[in-house]
């Protein structure tokens, strides 16, 4: 039977049909309200008919069970579902329901669309309004003939390693097998019912409904790839790459997707670890000075050669069509017989060698090369391939070469450091007497020239034992024997000690020697107090004797980071910029020497290495016909809080 009025779709998604009654309409309004929000959550077919028998509601899980669409079934009898094997009792059914009756669980046969037969278990009450007046019918009904195909495809599907899931056409998933939990990580009751996009990430997730849809139009079998880029999206929020076949199954009116699921993210990974792995290689021979090379035994022939190789012996082997032999015939005519017989005889057979030799390059150079060879075992265990570096080892051999020169050099030092500290003592010891009988003869009665005579004796003498001295102090640096004895110092105090010693000298030069304590008054240096008096004693001579007349010398302190510096400035004749490098080297005065200005060329020298050795640093700078400035560094105490220590 067909129907007199228009259809109108709800927004939920239920498609009814229009009454041709104003009554009628007004009737029906509560009762359809209350059967929407039912049908539309239902994943069975929920059909309402009038008391005619034509349908009246569809919801979207009918058209799916059935294969009709909306538009096609409403204002028709429901006839038009019934096996002609059930009519009859359709009929009946219908009749017991208009009269108020309710039937459950009612086992009949419907027919799809596309002519299946169903088999279906059906449920259909009366549907009434406020009044309790029965207004029409409504039923349920869910394929029986598809649960019990659903139950054995699971059981097949379960003894399967991929994970498989069913797909209906509304895009719901109807199956999974327990692979598909435990790659995804979700269970049975998440995922049945549920939109099959849940396990598409974003982007693809926003086209993917599309593709379904196109799918089912013609649906047909996709097997597995062996490439894939498709991603799938676990509970917990990961990707991994899928390897995914796809198929259609047919069960009564309905259509079905099938998805085989495999997770290839080991495999992917293990090929771009294996591509990584090979470029990183090849960028590696390509850059290091270390050569690369591949043979292979049998035919013997190159099969890879790295530029460093190239660079090394200075052809290429590969592209001039040379032998592996002929590398070998590269060799120093001393060396060879020894290559034969230690590396090329063992290389050639597949064998791990090593050698050190000289090869001539092609350009008649020679150089000292590291060789070794390494067989290359095949997945059937067998050796058809050879894998060799060459590495330039001249440097290593100068090395060795400056090792052995150092260690001689390191004796001669030790054994120069032995005399000269024997030859100081020993000299210190007649000096010693000669210094004491002058002291002597300075207190008798002597003429003028006597006197002078003895002056010389005695000014010649405490010179030459300041200079034993200061070897003695170089000599005992030089051998790890000086005892340096750390403590925090009053730098403010020290300075002034020091420069009180100092000032009856810069007077007599007609030299202005000035420091003033500021804020450094309270500062504190870590140093040995006495080998730091020695070295700005030494700073400050210097400063004076190398000084002009009227000139000055000043004293000032700073802090840089965690040192204190002394810095003593001039303005003597300066220092030429050339001559700078050679200032700590002992016994050069760097000229001074034809002066008449006195020294041993060995101040400056011990000076820098005592303060090395408390920690510190000697620094000079100096421009000629202005001056010099000297600065000794030496660490903070704690970082120069004078209440740390005690002044």
Same mark, same amino acid.
């Given at each position: 039977?067909?129907?007199?009025?228009?259809?109108?779709?709800?927004?939920? !998604?239920?498609? %009814?049909?229009?009454?041709?009654?104003?009554?009628?309409?007004? &009737?029906?309004?509560?009762?359809?309200?209350?059967?929407? =929000?039912?049908?539309?959550?239902?994943?069975?077919?929920?059909?309402?008919?009038?008391?005619?028998?034509?349908?009246?509601?569809?919801?979207?899980?009918?058209?799916?069970?059935?294969?009709?669409?909306?538009?096609?079934?409403?204002?028709?009898?429901?006839?038009?579902?019934?096996?002609?094997?059930?009519?009859?009792?359709?009929?009946?059914?219908?009749?017991?329901?208009?009269?108020?009756?309710?039937?459950?669980?009612?086992?009949?046969?419907?027919?799809?669309?596309?002519?299946?037969?169903?088999?279906?278990?059906?449920? $259909?009450?009366?549907?009434?309004?406020?009044?309790?007046?029965?207004?029409?019918?409504?039923?349920?009904?869910?394929?029986?003939?598809?649960?019990?195909?659903?139950?054995?495809?699971?059981?097949?599907?379960?003894?399967?390693?991929?994970?498989?899931?069913? /797909?209906?056409?509304?895009?719901?998933?109807?199956?999974?097998?327990?692979? @598909?939990?435990?790659?995804?990580?979700?269970?049975?009751?998440?995922?049945?019912?549920?939109? #099959?996009?849940?396990?598409?990430?974003?982007?693809?997730?926003?086209?993917?409904?599309?593709?379904?849809?196109?799918?089912?139009?013609?649906?047909?079998?996709?097997?597995?790839?062996?490439?894939?880029?498709?991603?799938?999206?676990?509970?917990?929020?990961?990707?991994?790459?899928?390897?995914?076949?796809?198929?259609?199954?047919?069960?009564?009116?309905?259509?079905?997707?099938?998805?085989?699921?495999?997770?290839?993210?080991?495999?992917?990974?293990?090929?771009?670890?294996?591509?990584?792995?090979?470029?990183?290689?090849?960028?590696?021979?390509?850059? /290091?000075?270390?050569?690369?090379?591949?043979?292979?035994?049998?035919?013997?022939?190159?099969?890879? @050669?790295?530029?460093?190789?190239?660079?090394?012996?200075?052809?290429?082997? $590969?592209?001039?069509? &040379?032998?592996?032999?002929? @590398?070998?015939?590269?060799?120093?005519?001393?060396?060879?017989?020894? @290559?034969?017989?230690?590396?090329?005889?063992?290389?050639?057979?597949?064998?791990?060698?090593?050698?050190?030799?000289?090869?001539?390059?092609?350009?008649?150079?020679?150089?000292?090369?590291?060789? %070794?060879?390494?067989? #290359?075992?095949?997945?059937?265990?067998?050796?058809?391939?050879?894998?060799?570096?060459?590495?330039?080892?001249?440097?290593?051999?100068?090395?060795?070469?400056?090792? +052995?020169?150092?260690?001689?050099?390191?004796?001669?030092?030790?054994?120069?450091? &032995?005399?000269?500290?024997?030859?100081?003592?020993?000299?210190?010891?007649?000096?010693?007497?000669?210094? !004491?009988?002058?002291?002597?003869?300075?207190?008798?009665?002597?003429?003028?020239?006597?006197?002078?005579?003895?002056?010389?004796?005695?000014?010649?003498? +405490?010179?030459?034992?300041?200079?034993?001295?200061?070897?003695?102090?170089?000599?005992?640096?030089?051998?790890?024997?000086?005892?340096?004895?750390?403590?925090?110092?009053?730098?403010?105090?020290?300075?002034?000690?020091?420069?009180?010693?100092?000032?009856?000298?810069?007077?007599?030069?007609?030299?202005?020697?000035?420091? +003033? =304590?500021?804020?450094?008054?309270?500062?504190?240096? /870590?140093?040995?107090?006495?080998?730091?008096?020695? #070295?700005?004693?030494?700073?400050?001579?210097?400063?004076?004797?190398?000084?002009? !007349?009227?000139?000055? /010398?000043?004293?000032?302190?700073?802090?840089?980071?965690?040192?204190?510096?002394?810095?003593?400035?001039?303005?003597?004749?300066?220092?030429?910029? &050339?001559?700078?490098?050679?200032?700590?080297?002992?016994?050069?005065?760097?000229?001074?020497?034809?002066?008449?200005?006195?020294?041993?060329?060995?101040?400056?020298?011990?000076?820098?290495?005592? $303060?090395?050795? $408390?920690?510190?640093?000697?620094?000079?700078?100096?421009?000629?016909?202005?001056?010099?400035?000297?600065?000794?560094?030496?660490?903070?105490?704690?970082?120069?809080?004078?209440?740390?220590?005690?002044?």
């Amino acid at each position: 039977m067909g129907h007199n009025g228009p259809t109108n779709t709800g927004g939920n !998604g239920i498609t %009814t049909a229009g009454d041709t009654t104003p009554s009628t309409v007004a &009737e029906d309004h509560d009762a359809k309200a209350r059967l929407d =929000a039912v049908a539309l959550a239902s994943h069975d077919a929920i059909i309402s008919k009038d008391l005619d028998g034509r349908i009246t509601s569809w919801n979207p899980a009918a058209e799916l069970l059935y294969g009709y669409s909306a538009e096609e079934v409403l204002g028709r009898h429901s006839s038009l579902l019934v096996h002609e094997d059930h009519l009859a009792s359709e009929a009946e059914l219908l009749s017991r329901v208009a009269g108020g009756e309710r039937v459950a669980n009612f086992r009949t046969r419907r027919i799809g669309k596309n002519g299946a037969i169903l088999e279906v278990s059906l449920s $259909m009450s009366p549907v009434r309004d406020d009044n309790g007046v029965i207004l029409g019918m409504a039923s349920a009904s869910h394929d029986v003939g598809l649960a019990l195909a659903e139950t054995y495809f699971l059981e097949l599907v379960q003894t399967t390693s991929y994970a498989v899931l069913c /797909v209906d056409g509304g895009g719901l998933i109807t199956l999974v097998n327990d692979q @598909v939990q435990r790659l995804f990580g979700y269970t049975q009751a998440e995922l049945i019912g549920q939109p #099959v996009e849940m396990l598409i990430p974003m982007p693809s997730r926003a086209i993917h409904p599309a593709l379904r849809h196109a799918y089912f139009m013609n649906p047909t079998n996709r097997p597995m790839r062996t490439r894939t880029n498709l991603a799938c999206l676990r509970k917990d929020g990961t990707t991994f790459a899928a390897n995914i076949g796809i198929g259609s199954v047919h069960i009564g009116a309905r259509v079905f997707i099938t998805a085989t699921i495999a997770d290839v993210s080991p495999e992917i990974a293990v090929q771009a670890a294996l591509r990584e792995s090979e470029a990183r290689f090849r960028q590696m021979a390509d850059s /290091v000075d270390v050569g690369f090379v591949l043979r292979n035994l049998d035919p013997p022939d190159y099969l890879y @050669v790295s530029p460093g190789f190239v660079e090394i012996y200075g052809f290429d082997p $590969m592209h001039e069509h &040379e032998t592996p032999s002929s @590398v070998i015939r590269r060799t120093h005519p001393d060396d060879l017989e020894r @290559v034969l017989a230690d590396y090329w005889e063992y290389a050639k057979e597949g064998l791990p060698a090593q050698v050190e030799c000289r090869i001539i390059r092609a350009d008649g150079e020679m150089r000292w090369v590291h060789l %070794t060879a390494r067989p #290359v075992i095949d997945t059937d265990g067998m050796v058809r391939r050879s894998a060799g570096t060459v590495e330039d080892i001249a440097d290593t051999k100068l090395a060795e070469a400056a090792v +052995r020169t150092a260690r001689e050099l390191t004796g001669a030092n030790a054994a120069k450091n &032995e005399f000269l500290s024997r030859m100081s003592h020993e000299l210190r010891t007649p000096l010693n007497a000669v210094l !004491g009988f002058a002291q002597l003869l300075e207190t008798d009665e002597l003429s003028s020239g006597q006197h002078d005579a003895v002056q010389q004796i005695l000014n010649g003498g +405490r010179h030459l034992l300041e200079l034993i001295n200061d070897v003695l102090d170089i000599t005992t640096i030089e051998s790890d024997q000086l005892h340096i004895s750390l403590e925090p110092l009053l730098i403010s105090e020290l300075l002034t000690e020091t420069i009180d010693l100092m000032t009856p000298l810069a007077e007599a030069a007609d030299i202005t020697l000035e420091y +003033r =304590a500021g804020r450094d008054a309270g500062w504190y240096g /870590v140093a040995d107090r006495r080998r730091l008096r020695q #070295v700005i004693l030494n700073l400050l001579s210097n400063a004076i004797k190398y000084n002009k !007349g009227g000139g000055r /010398v000043d004293v000032t302190c700073r802090t840089s980071g965690a040192h204190l510096a002394i810095v003593i400035t001039d303005t003597g004749r300066g220092i030429r910029a &050339e001559d700078l490098p050679r200032l700590f080297t002992p016994f050069d005065r760097l000229g001074a020497q034809a002066t008449s200005v006195e020294g041993t060329g060995v101040g400056l020298a011990l000076s820098q290495r005592l $303060m090395s050795s $408390m920690g510190g640093t000697l620094h000079a700078t100096s421009l000629v016909d202005v001056g010099s400035t000297f600065t000794a560094s030496i660490p903070l105490a704690d970082h120069g809080s004078a209440g740390s220590w005690p002044a």
